[in-house]
Every structure is written in C-alpha cells, then in structure tokens.
C-alpha cells in the first residue's frame, strides 16, 4: 500500500471516528459545545491528506491514480460532509435522544426536487474542490510532468456533473401531488 494510500484509508477511519465520538459526546454524554468542537475537527483530516498527497509528490512519486482519488476524496469529504453529518446526526438524535423521525421525501415533492438541487450543488461543489486541489497541487509542488498527469484528470469531472445533472435535478418531477 503506497503512503497517500495509507493516508487516505487513516483519514476515512478518522472521519467516521471523529463523527462516532462527536455523537457520543453529543447525545449520551450531553456535551453539545464539546461535541461541535469534535466534530468541527473533521476538516483537520482533510489538510493532512492534502499535505500528504503534496509531501509525495514533491518527493518526484510518479502521478498515479491514487493521487487523483485523493483529490477527488477530499472534494467528496467537503462538498458532502456536512450534509452526511446532519443526516447521521438526525438519525442519532432520533434513535438515541428522543428527536424527530427523520423526514422521507415523496418523489413527487417539491421537498425531493430541491433535494435533488442541493445534492447537485454540493456535487459541484466536491468538484470544484477536487479540481481546485489538482490545480493547486499541479502549480505549486509537481513536476512538469506531474502537472501534466494531475490537469488530465480535472475534465471528467465535468463529465460526472453532467450525468449527475441529467440523473438527479434534470428530469425530476417538478410538480407537487397539490398542483395536480
């Protein structure tokens, strides 16, 4: 297993981790301003892969795939992680401390068509991030040659937010049961 590799596998138990301890301090323990401090730790996780991925390459490591799924991880983990966090922690509040019953969306809502915007937003947004990353990692501490193999992997991005586009927002209903 290569070194970003490892990284990345050590940030994804992190990530999972952190929320876990976030959770338990938040609900059982009933330390909210303890448990956001936890929880707004998670991006810490993101700048040590993104200092790995830059250590390693600036060490000349050839661009390899696990560099640029390291890009496209930490897009992931900013773009959606907040929004995974609210849902887990729904999810908790309701399982463990008496809250709401998590909301199930009708396809036909008006509240899953603005869903289904948000989560294309946030997927743009990850995109972004990934491309921003790859730029900045290709500007700053890659070889020429390196620069070449991470800037290659920036447009099919565009390509995963097109079909996420015509997948999700594009062609859901926009029309409540009401409007009918």
Do not use: N
């Not at 330390?31 to 993104?50: H, M, N, Q, Y």
């Not at 907040?82 to 399982?95: G, N, S, T």
Request: with cysteine.
């Amino acid at each position: 297993m290569s070194f970003v590799a490892a990284v990345i596998v050590v940030c994804e138990i992190g990530f999972w981790a952190l929320i876990a301890i976030g959770l338990v301090v938040r609900y059982p323990l009933k330390r909210r301003r303890e448990a956001g401090w936890i929880l707004a730790a998670v991006p810490v996780l993101d700048v040590v892969l993104i200092a790995a991925v830059a250590v390693d390459l600036s060490q000349g490591t050839p661009v390899g795939s696990i560099h640029h799924l390291a890009a496209y991880y930490l897009g992931f983990s900013i773009g959606f992680g907040p929004a995974l966090i609210r849902w887990v922690d729904v999810r908790v509040a309701h399982r463990f401390a008496g809250g709401p019953a998590p909301v199930k969306l009708t396809k036909d809502s008006q509240e899953y068509r603005r869903y289904l915007w948000d989560d294309w937003f946030r997927a743009v947004a990850a995109c972004g991030v990934a491309a921003a990353v790859l730029a900045g990692l290709a500007f700053t501490v890659a070889s020429d040659e390196q620069a070449s193999a991470l800037l290659g992997t920036i447009p099919p991005l565009g390509i995963i937010l097109g079909i996420w586009f015509l997948a999700g927002p594009a062609f859901a209903p926009s029309r409540t049961t009401a409007d009918r």
